[in-house]
Structure formats: C-alpha cells, structure tokens
C-alpha cells in the first residue's frame, strides 16, 4: 500500500505556532505530530510514503531523511502552486498499481486500514461533527481517501484545497465512493485541536500511537535527565521530556506536556497545556489550555496568540548545542594563546604582589551559568582576583581591571568554567539579593572576563544602570556582539591610556 501525505502550509489559524517550525512537526507528546502520522500507518503494512511539500520543505525533508529509520522508503515532492497539491499524484507511478491512502498530516483518521481492504470503492473518511449520521461531505469530510488497487487517484489531481470536498461530494452522490464516519481523530488545525489530541494520546485512547521515557507512575512519562524539586507536583497523566528542570512548589498536569529542554520556575501551575522544547517559565504563573513556545503565548480559551517581551515571564533556553560547544572550545584555545602572549604581563603583575604584599591574591566562590531558578542546584568554582579590585563592584574597562581581575580569571576561561565576554561572576548571596526580575534574567545569561557594563558605566554606576546594561547584552547576546566588546576593550586600555596622559601633560603646562 502506498501512503499520500499532504502536509498543510503556514496557517493563520496557529497563531504564530508555526513561526519556527512547520505545522506538521509541533509536537504532540514526545515527538512531533507527522512522526506519529508515519509510525501510525507504517504499523499497518504502508511501507512506502509520498509527502507532499509546500511549506518549509528544508526542515520537513532533513527531519524525514530517507525513511530507513522506520522501516520504509520516503520520496518528498514539492509543489509550484500551494493551492492545488494534488497535481503531484499524476507523477506517482506506484500509486496506479497499488492501494493508495492519502491524509491531510493535519488531521488523521484512527482507522485500521485492513478493515477496508475488500471494498471496491474509495472510502472518504468523514467526521461526522453532527452526530446523527449526515452524509454532508461538505461539513464532513475529514481530509482522508482510500484508493482501492486499480482504482486511478487522477480524478482528484485537478482539485484545488477548496474545490476538493465539493468533487467529493459529487463522488459519493454519484455512488462512485463510500463514506464512512470515523468518531476518533487526531488533528492539530488549530491550537484547541492540538490540546485535545495531546489529552487523548496522555490518557491512551489511542492505543497505537506511540510515547516514549519512562513510565514511573500510570501515564506518567519522565525523560532521561529531568531534575524534579522535591516540593514540586506531577498530577497525571502528564510528560516530562528530557534534561527539563521543575522548580519549587511547582505543578503540572493534569494533561501537560513539557518538551525537552525546559525550564519551570518555582510556585508555577501548568495544566491541560502544552510547552514546546526550550522554553522558560517563569515563577508564580498560572496556566491552563495554553501553549507556550518561548516567548509566544497562545490561549486556547480565548484563541488568541501573544508574544511576551518579559524574559522573566516566558522566554527562550539554550538547549545543548554541538555549536555553543564549539565556540567554548575555541574560547578556550584562544585563552591559552592569550596567556602565553601576555606571560610578560604575568611576570609584572607577580613583581607588584611580592612587592606589595598585601595586595595578594584571594578568590571567590562564584555561581556557574547558566542555572535553574532553585539556589540548591545551583554549581560554583573558585574564581582568583586581586584584592586592590575584587568581583563584588562594578568596575570600568581599564588598567587596574586588565591586571587585578582580566589576568588572574583568564586561566578560568582557558579551563571553559567562563567567557571573555558574559555577564559578571557573582557569588551565591549576591544571587538571592537581586530582584525577581533581574534574578531570572542573568541565570540565564553566561559569565564573562569583559561585561557590557564594564564599557558603558561610570566609576560608581547605581543598581538601575547595570541592570540595564546586562539586559541590553541578553537582548543583543551573539558572536558579533562578544567580538565587538572584546576589541573595545582593549581599545580601551590602550587609547584611554593615551588620553589620561595627554590630559596630566596639558595639566603640568
């Protein structure tokens, strides 16, 4: 048999859900939703799909890949004109000599399709949305046909979306097709319909669909490196996907999943709702038939999309990234090339410690970034400072910074425990004394040598100023930006210098 897939293409009707991903890959549970579409029938014998593209067809084709981890063989085909797909049929040899089932990948009948072998007609899946029976198509139709062997597909390869249902219609007034009312779908035109077939597969009403992690308590699924608080609630049937962090006195579920990656903060409520891969939610937020996707809040109740600007209300994590391993990696080359190149630097400032020596050496113990909101989970490492200038004050880019702060943490960057370019250390009770808002903002940032407000600010800065200036580098945070910090630092040292000089030169004349 041969299985037709039509994947849907952006849709008002999503609300921004499909801004990143195609429709067809938001998640349902554990997995994306075609991936359940292709398992759902390739365990009923389908052995070979067409899908049909017209949105993101990059995305759709590196995630499919050729088929073989499935068992089966994938061929994609991409369509000139969005408004009528099923031009593509005519170019699908197989499906002349073969039974042929084709789906909309956004709405898919629960069906067994050997129970429908023997018929000698198509059959039009329908739903039957007034429960008495109707044989409207044009209201019914669920968006899935069976092709019988040696029954050609071609009559619907010059339908458009919108003129298909009525042919259909046609079909079956004619006696040329048989319709049939299918009371179970999954489906996720719209947000609503998405929550409904994520409660339907958390309470297995579809037995076959597939959910992964362990099952410690009925229809409670955990991941692989989910990290729990022991005050928080999991009520189910509810999903944790992998390396998720649940903060304290936090709740979720009944009927919530939470994809990979994500982080909820403490005294939050999550139920009937959903909450897509590398998302942040932040404390004390209550939430019900929601779906969150990083900054993006969609209510289902009121079918309405909103993006939220508060990076202490919703926002975006850093998953683990072969990318961000990468420039640590560099970072760290780069360190050790750095300590070599300045070793004269070294020497001098060791001069001036055995000279001075109550200017020694002293470290702090400062907290690993990024961290959860909980204080108990939070990792530290010893970070060695000059006490002439020490890590607890917001110092200027210069001289006294370059020797007593730049060259004793340089080895730390070497050794990938920070950045040069981040936010600044700052110790476990210094942590605890910001506000909620700042607090959530830089335990997801990254320590850095050299911090956007070292650059900006003044001698003596008020809580205020550097607290917009380490928002101002979350919100700008790239390579680009890091580079351009970097360099003015060290035109800093070396052209503020300069005018130090000439103004003590113009001061003695």
Known sequence: MIGIIVLPGASQDMLGLDEHVPVSLLPLGDRPFLQHVIEFFALQGISSFEFILEHAPQQIEAYLGDGSRWGCRFRCHLVSQPERPYRCLRIIAEAKTAPTFLVHADQVPYIQLAEYAVHKQPILFCI????????????TWGGGI?????????????CSRQTLTSHLQDLESQGLATATFVPDWISLRTPRDLL????????????ELMIGGTENDPKLWVSRNVVINPSARIVPPAYLGPNCRIGPAAQIGPNAVISGNSFIDAHTSIQNSLVTAGSYVGERLELDEVIIDRNLLVNVKLGTGLTITENFLLGRMAGPSGRRWFVTVLESIFAILLILLLLPFYC????????FGQKRLARVKVVRLPATGDPRMWQTFNLPFVKAVDWTRCVPAGWASFFFRFLPGLPAVARARLNLVGLPPRTVDEIRNLPQDWRSLYLHGNLGLITEASLILTNQPDETEIYLAEACYCAAATWKHDFGLFFRYFLRLIFHQQIDVSKESESQS
Not at 348 to 355: D, M, P
Request: glycine share 8%; proline share 2%.
């Open 146 to 158: 069976l092709f019988p062997t040696g029954i050609s597909d071609e009559s619907i390869a010059g």
């Open 348 to 355: 001098a400032l060791a001069v001036y410690l055995l000279t």
């Open 196 to 207: 409904v077939s994520q409660r339907k597969l958390l309470n297995r009403e579809f037995s």
């Open 128 to 139: 039957d949305r007034e429960g008495n029976g109707s044989s409207k198509l044009s209201v």
